[in-house]
């Protein structure tokens, strides 16, 4: 057997830790029980059909279930669908139609054929199954928008879930969602110090991570604030609300984010923070989404680990500077093989031979849906079988220095940066009480 064919068997066969999905809970996937288009299309292609001109009438039409001629909802896309087909995300969408509903070409007729087979879906544990053993995932890692953190009943050791923390670090606390999971109320920063003590206390043992994606509504460039200017800021805000200045609220929202970092470090969470390419389309200020404006934070907390996601793309050259740099920076893969593949494949090759071997995560699919998550999951493997094929043709690496890289992406680097062994054990005793 050859060494290709050695490492693409290991890289196959080997769990593959998922850091990051917006993955549905069992019980609202049961509940949406989304039908075939749905499955196929609602995840990022909607961006490049979109660019490649389908209307948004057409693009609303293709995720109204209410239709069930599903033939006729996709017929206005299809143009698009032909010029998006071999993108990032073109490529992850023929690969659940093949493996989810063995159909070879998209058309009309072929998905109205298979809408039928929709059904064995959306049953009980089968978004499990699809995503323990389709896609050989050893755990999914989800961000559901919620300070709230709470055990997976349908897989507590499988399905782990981070606290959010973006609405800090935008500098808008959501004071509905705040009364709700901790029964506090903020009236001045002391308040909301303790709410943030709060949130940590009742949801960090359960918690994989920590996650912000402000870069979405604002800079990731983080300045130190004193607590005079931050209870002046947040003065404004409670006052104002959403129609607080810009300068008010990146104020606010350092100094909550600052205080985010000290609590993952006293807990022991990672915090995961959104860098580069925006969901989407038509709306991506540049300057917000470059990880190198996060140095002054990363030099200032330099006990906390902060996982930079989605390779900073286009800015990728740059994080593996960070990551080589600052000993608490890991990149994270997730996302960046559908938006670029070529692009990812690249940059792990470089990551290779610049940055240490524990910094980098493979792997997370970035996804709402199990069929979705399966495909991004298959394609990662994929494209990242090309990365080891490559190096070690290239006389770069051996075949057993190759695996061991693999093994340390894929899995290790992940168990030892979020604890997953121990937080596999308290999600179990959780759930046996």
């Not at 068997?9 to 850091?19: N, R, S």
């Not at 298979?114 to 323990?132: W, Y």
């Not at 953190?149 to 670090?169: H, Q, R």
């Amino acid at each position: 057997m050859s060494s290709q064919s050695d490492i693409a068997a290991f890289i196959q066969e080997t769990p593959l830790v998922d850091t990051h999905e917006h993955m549905r809970r069992e019980e609202v996937y049961l509940d949406e029980s989304p039908d075939i288009l749905s499955q196929l299309f609602q995840n990022y292609v909607g961006a490049d059909l979109f660019g490649a001109g389908a209307s948004q009438e057409a693009l609303d039409n293709l995720f109204d279930s209410s239709n069930p001629d599903v033939a006729a909802r996709f017929a206005p896309i299809q143009e698009a669908w032909a010029r998006t087909q071999h993108t990032g995300y073109g490529e992850a969408v023929r690969i659940i139609a093949k493996e989810l509903y063995a159909i070879d070409e998209l058309t009309p007729d072929s998905i109205a054929a298979a809408q039928e087979k929709n059904d064995a879906l959306n049953q009980p544990g089968e978004r499990l199954r699809l995503l323990r053993d389709e896609a050989n995932l050893d755990h999914i890692q989800t961000d559901a928008f919620s300070i709230q953190v709470t055990p997976e009943l349908s897989g507590p050791d499988f399905f782990f879930n981070d606290i959010s923390w973006a609405a800090m670090c935008s500098g808008q606390p959501n004071h509905e969602e705040i009364a709700e999971h901790t029964g506090q109320e903020i009236t001045d920063l002391y308040s909301l110090r303790l709410v943030m003590e709060t949130i940590f206390q009742k949801f960090s043992t359960p918690a994989i991570a920590v996650k912000a994606q402000h870069a979405y509504n604002r800079t990731l460039r983080w300045q130190e604030r004193s607590d005079d200017e931050a209870a002046r800021a947040l003065d404004v805000y409670l006052r104002d609300g959403e129609e607080i200045e810009e300068s008010a609220r990146l104020c606010l929202g350092d100094w909550c984010w600052a205080r985010g970092v000290e609590l993952c470090i006293e807990h022991d969470l990672p915090m995961k923070l959104h860098t580069g390419y925006y969901a989407g389309h038509s709306r991506m200020p540049v300057d917000y989404i470059r990880s190198g404006n996060l140095c002054p934070l990363l030099a200032k907390y330099p006990d906390a680990r902060f996982v930079l996601m989605h390779i900073a793309y286009p800015y990728t050259e740059e994080l593996v500077a960070l990551a080589k740099h600052y000993p608490n920076v890991y990149a994270d893969l997730c996302w960046a093989w559908s938006i670029n593949p070529y692009s990812s494949m690249e940059f792990v090759r470089r990551f290779i031979h610049a940055a240490p071997a524990n910094k980098l995560f493979l792997f997370g699919g970035d996804t709402g849906y199990p069929g979705a998550a399966l495909a991004y999951a298959k394609q990662a493997r994929t494209w990242f079988t090309r990365v080891m094929q490559a190096e070690i043709s290239d006389g770069l690496l051996t075949e057993s220095q190759a695996i061991d890289l693999a093994r340390r992406y894929m899995r290790d680097n992940q168990y030892e940066c979020f604890r997953v062994d121990a937080k596999k054990e308290i999600l179990r005793a959780a759930v046996a009480q």
